[in-house]
């Protein structure tokens, strides 16, 4: 199974700021995710990274609010701008493609509280 | 858009089967994964089913696939106070692009 960590692991910010969580993977993968697990609700996926391209947004996501990064197949970061208190959710990296199965794997994910 | 559905919420004995039922619509699933969540943790991929397969026992778990009603459930067996958490069931289908489809979770408490 993969293994995935995530910085940080939790954050209290200040509205209008920004936070750029790194998720690192201990082997390379086919495809890497980004989710949002608001309180208490199941998970929405944001975007998929893509290595070396533009990431690939989800209906209600933008890249100028969740602009993500993916410089090589084991390595990507979200980041969340200019948060408002309606962003306080948790932020998960997923993966899938080790071995070229499709199991798919999640981060321990970041805990952002924005006041 | 695809949906995929569950109970909200399952309590059980310690030492009883717990069973965990999930329903979903997307017709081209090709795999339906069961994941587990405890408090302040990230998921858990406990287990996971190709569509064409209609049973799959790993240890304590045994998942139940009926792709004519579309329907998929997670059996844990000997439950113990360590299963209680939120366990989520997700499609993997044509439908929705060959991304997860997340169900809203089922609350399992496990009373000793």
């Known amino acids: 199974s993969a293994v995935i960590s995530q910085k940080p692991s939790r954050d209290i910010c200040q509205r209008g700021t920004s936070l750029t969580i790194q998720c690192q993977v201990d082997?390379?993968?086919?495809?890497m995710f980004w989710y949002r697990q608001q309180p208490g609700q199941s998970l929405t996926l944001i975007a998929t990274?893509?290595?070396?391209?533009?990431?690939?947004?989800e209906s209600g996501f933008v890249i100028d609010k969740f602009p993500i990064s993916r410089p090589n197949l084991t390595f990507s970061t979200l980041t969340v701008s200019n948060m408002s208190p309606e962003d306080s959710s948790i932020y998960l990296c997923?993966?899938?493609?080790?071995?070229?199965?499709?199991?798919?794997?999640f981060g321990p994910g970041t805990r952002l509280t924005v006041t | 858009g695809e949906d995929v559905e569950q109970s909200l919420f399952l309590s059980v004995r310690e030492g009883d089967s717990s069973v965990i039922n999930c329903t979903y619509t997307?017709?081209?699933?090709?795999?339906l994964y069961w994941y587990k969540q405890e408090p302040g943790a990230g998921l858990q991929l406990l287990t996971y089913?190709?569509?064409?397969?209609d049973m799959k026992q790993d240890q304590r778990l045994t998942v139940l696939l009926n792709k004519k009603d579309k329907h998929l459930s997670l059996r844990i067996a000997d439950t113990q106070t360590g299963d209680s958490a939120i366990y989520f069931c997700?499609?993997?289908?044509?439908?929705?692009?060959?991304?997860?489809?997340f169900g809203g979770g089922t609350r399992v408490l496990v009373k000793p």
């Open positions: 997923s993966v899938m493609g080790q071995g070229g199965t499709y199991e798919q794997y």
């Open positions: 997700a499609e993997l289908g044509a439908a929705a692009g060959n991304k997860l489809t």
């Open positions: 089913i190709f569509s064409n397969m």
């Open positions: 997307d017709s081209s699933s090709t795999y």
């Open positions: 990274a893509n290595q070396g391209s533009e990431a690939t947004y």
């Open positions: 082997s390379q993968v086919t495809m």
